[in-house]
């Protein structure tokens, strides 16, 4: 089958999974050893620089979606919107270039299938387009009308996280049409990292950063959708912990801290955006970041680092709610507990009694389905149809969480 892959234009990590995808689908390979070629739809303004060393990608920049001068109902509420989607103003050119896009790109590659991550309203054209899809799910709360409509319009879920980060509030018949594929394209694990001494690796990357051995080593690692809540917590961290300033180096990676808080701007190492961040996140002594999902797959790989997590405010709790599921798992650290456990610099490790044990645990994908598999089939089925009916319930299956006790939804479809 011809595979298409929309991708949400805030932050990096959606492109970044289509082109994780892209490469496994040139891996796969078909009858003519060529791979399965990937077509990427994505107004993300650095999609290029992202995606552009990836195999097979046919990428398809679109239009953006902002408002303009000539919706018909600029700068006012919109009396006429419907309440299946989320953002759907009325005469936008733009939009409407898009939507041409889209629908055209579907008939130039003759995709069969459009993977949407994610987009309530593309998830509606699709569907009104006769476009089979299937619809990333994010981490939040997302029981509200368009989410809805538009998981009950795909053919299944697909949520690149495993089932331990799954909401509370999720309705049962939501789970039991995700296909939970774990972290296997949340990170970026095509590094050739290999942890053997942690110790001297350590004081490599120490020398690197001209930090003295005998400090602290913090990296904070900052993504691109946004990062004034990690500003303000790094900067209330160094606040708290003045009299301990001299032990401590602070290196920041990725977008440049926020200017706009409200605290004195913390006093940081600025890496800038770096090719590699494995080996911060594998030999620093402690790392703090958002969850953004990329984030906090990487970080599952690395279990003998302390974590501190701090989320960002995005739509729909996405972030604050991945937070409160690593926190609450002793899988991460909050802020108030990391500077509790940092007053004590000495003996840090040892004797801070709010320290787990080290290695702290890690999210796993023994409860996910095989994603290899899943992504093959995909690629080498010759009809959507078969697809849909024959293979894909198979895989439903495979992960399908049970209804739960705290849950009173029904797992039937309303």
């Known amino acids: 089958m011809n595979i298409g892959y929309y991708a949400h234009h805030h932050g990096s990590g959606h492109c970044q999974k289509a082109g994780r995808l892209a490469t496994w689908l040139a891996q796969l390979g078909t009858d003519t050893g060529k791979g399965t070629p990937l077509t990427v739809m994505t107004s993300a303004k650095y999609a290029q ?3 552009h060393d990836k195999p097979n990608i ?9 408002p303009t001068s000539d919706d018909v109902y600029a700068n006012q509420p919109d009396p006429t919107k419907p309440n299946f989607v989320h953002y759907n103003p009325v005469g936008n050119p733009d ?13 130039n590659a003759k995709l069969d299938v459009v993977i949407v991550d994610l987009s309530v309203e593309v998830a509606t054209l699709c569907r009104v387009a006769s476009v089979p899809y299937l619809y990333v799910r994010l981490p939040g709360y997302r029981n509200d009308t368009p989410h809805l409509e538009a998981f009950r319009g795909a053919q299944a879920l697909l949520a690149f996280f495993p089932p ?8 049962d018949w939501v789970k039991q049409k995700t296909i939970y594929l774990g972290f296997v394209l949340a990170g970026d694990s095509n590094d050739d990292l290999t942890v053997n001494d942690t110790a001297t690796e350590r004081q490599a990357l120490k020398q690197q950063l001209n930090c003295p051995s005998d400090k602290l080593l913090i990296s904070v690692i900052s993504g691109y959708g946004g990062n004034r809540a990690l500003t303000e917590a790094v900067s209330k961290m160094q606040q708290r912990l003045l009299k301990d300033k001299d032990n401590l180096h602070w290196a920041w990676l990725g977008a440049p801290p926020d200017d706009h808080i409200d605290s004195p701007k913390p006093t940081l190492d600025w890496q800038g955006e770096v090719n590699n961040v494995a080996p911060f996140m594998a030999f620093s002594d402690w790392v703090i970041s958002a969850t953004g999902m990329t984030t906090v797959a990487e970080m599952q790989r690395f279990p003998e680092v302390r974590w501190t997590v701090v989320a960002e405010p995005r739509h729909f709790d996405e972030q604050a709610d991945t937070a409160s599921q690593l926190i609450a798992g002793g899988y991460a650290m909050n802020v108030e507990q990391t500077i509790e456990a940092l007053f004590n610099l000495q003996n840090w490790v040892k004797s801070s009694s709010i320290l787990p044990d080290l290695p702290r645990p ?4 023994d409860h996910c389905t095989d994603a290899v598999a899943f992504f093959r089939a995909m690629a080498t089925t010759s009809s959507v149809r078969k697809w849909v009916q024959d293979m894909l319930p ?7 969480v049970k209804p739960t006790a705290n849950n009173p939804t029904t797992a039937k479809q309303p």
């Open 164 to 171: 331990e980060l799954e909401n509370d509030t999720t309705r």
């Open 95 to 107: 939009i409407q270039t898009r939507s041409c896009q889209i629908l055209t790109a579907v008939q």
């Open 49 to 51: 620089k992202w995606l």
């Open 394 to 400: 198979s895989f439903i299956h495979q992960t399908a």
């Open 58 to 66: 046919n990428l398809i920049h679109l239009a953006d979606e902002d």
């Open 362 to 365: 890690v999210l796993s994908s």
